[in-house]
């Protein structure tokens, strides 16, 4: 029996990032840059204006008060998306919109609200009532990025902020690595696929249903190979099969030593190299790791649910998003601290299924690997350590995330 530390250090280590292929920016949202890229163009192009109000020079308006304003008549107009505006000419100001380039000659924006626009000896003019220091309200060009800086780095996974900004240099294709090809075997006499009725002593397969949605999650690409029972034969054709069309193979149930295991003996007829097959971890410590003839990758996971989903998180996310090459492939980690005493015997590393709120990590009532009701409820998985006893309220522990929501604002 292994540690965790040193099961992950197997699993992720051997991972090697698939190659790339280059996709349009609408199919780009939750996969992984390929390689860094780089802004096209300076941002903003040009100097412009920050606010609606009028283009000056500073020079010219720096004696304006409330009570001594100064009159410019005015020349032209400059708007986003409109025409390049005239030079300005010395002694005038000119219209400027937000976003709208700042002619030649100025240098600063006198805001609106700081201007009263008149008729002053048959010219139209503004009255300007506040000096504007220069470059005031203006956005210098390339004050945001220069061309040639790396605006997304190799290994990013791609939010829709990232995409924004692609989109913003005009970069409509972009080199992503391949999502993992995941296919997923669930194994056991009792499992029926969903929508048959139930017999007795049968139980509905619920770690493929599971299993394909947290694949979905990492941007895995993945698929439910149709269960199998509890015969050598037909679970290593099944196995070989799945490991022929995948870089990926994950499998529940039959890891275990009952006359009814049968998942290690398939990998190995299949043709996988065992690497590890037991885990100093509660809930799944009987879990199997191995390597296809080809490189790919075998993952036996607990048949009970509890165990299948908490594993996951641990070791098969990461290896998913080190395969698609993400920089960042381990679950997001916080610290909480127990609601609550907490029991826990030393041996072994526990996840206990919590809800985080405020700082404070409540655990589920029922911890045991067969309660399915903490799955649907849970949003992390505290880490308890092995070396630990039972534990106090106040206690702080790590909590990797399941997801990114809590009941409250994020202000209030």
Not at 301 to 319: C, D, E, I, K, Y
Request: aromatic share 4%.
């Amino acid at each position: 029996m292994i540690s965790p530390a040193e099961a992950l250090r197997r699993i992720v280590g051997g991972a090697v990032a698939l190659e790339a292929e280059e996709v349009g920016i609408s199919e780009a949202g939750g996969r992984v840059c390929a390689e860094a890229v780089a802004a096209r163009m300076d941002a903003p192009a040009l100097d412009e204006s920050a606010m609606d109000g009028f283009a000056v020079r500073a020079g010219e308006v720096i004696a304006a008060t409330a009570g001594r304003p100064v009159f410019l008549p005015l020349h032209g107009e400059s708007r986003a998306g409109g025409p390049m505006p005239p030079p300005l000419p010395v002694g005038h100001a000119m219209p400027t919109f937000t976003g709208a380039p700042l002619p030649d000659g100025a240098d600063a924006i006198v805001v609106r609200e700081d201007t009263q626009r008149i008729s002053r000896e048959g010219l139209d003019a503004v009255q300007i009532r506040f000096a504007a220091p220069r470059h005031h309200h203006v956005r210098r060009r390339a004050a945001d990025l220069e061309a040639g800086a790396t605006i997304v780095e190799a290994g990013r996974r791609l939010h829709a902020g990232a995409l924004g900004l692609l989109a913003s240099q005009g970069i409509d294709r972009l080199a992503v690595r391949r999502a993992a090809r995941v296919r997923i075997l669930a194994t056991g006499d009792e499992l029926i696929p969903l929508g048959t009725p139930l017999k007795p002593g049968q139980r509905y397969d619920s770690n493929g249903p599971m299993l394909l949605a947290l694949c979905a999650e990492v941007g895995a690409s993945a698929s439910v190979v149709p269960t199998t029972g509890d015969d050598l034969g037909a679970l290593t054709a099944a196995v070989a099969g799945a490991m022929a069309e995948s870089e990926v193979l994950i499998t529940t149930g039959g890891v275990s030593v009952g006359d009814h295991d049968h998942t290690r003996a398939a990998f190995e007829a299949a043709g996988a190299t065992l690497d590890f097959w037991k885990i100093a971890i509660k809930p799944g410590k009987p879990l199997v790791f191995g390597r296809t003839e080809t490189g790919g990758f075998v993952i036996g996971l607990p048949g009970n649910p509890v165990s299948a989903f908490a594993t996951f998180h641990a070791f098969v996310r990461p290896l998913l998003r080190a395969l698609e090459g993400d920089a960042a492939p381990y679950p997001p980690v916080l610290r909480a601290k127990l609601a609550g005493p907490t029991k826990h015997r030393p041996g072994r590393l526990e996840l206990a299924r919590v809800r985080v709120n405020g700082g404070r990590a409540v655990l589920h009532p029922h911890q045991g690997s067969g309660d399915l009701s903490s799955l649907g409820w849970a949003d992390g998985l505290a880490v308890l350590p092995a070396d630990a006893g039972d534990l106090v309220a106040g206690t702080s522990v790590d909590v990797l995330r399941l997801d990114g929501g809590q009941p409250e604002p994020w202000i209030l």
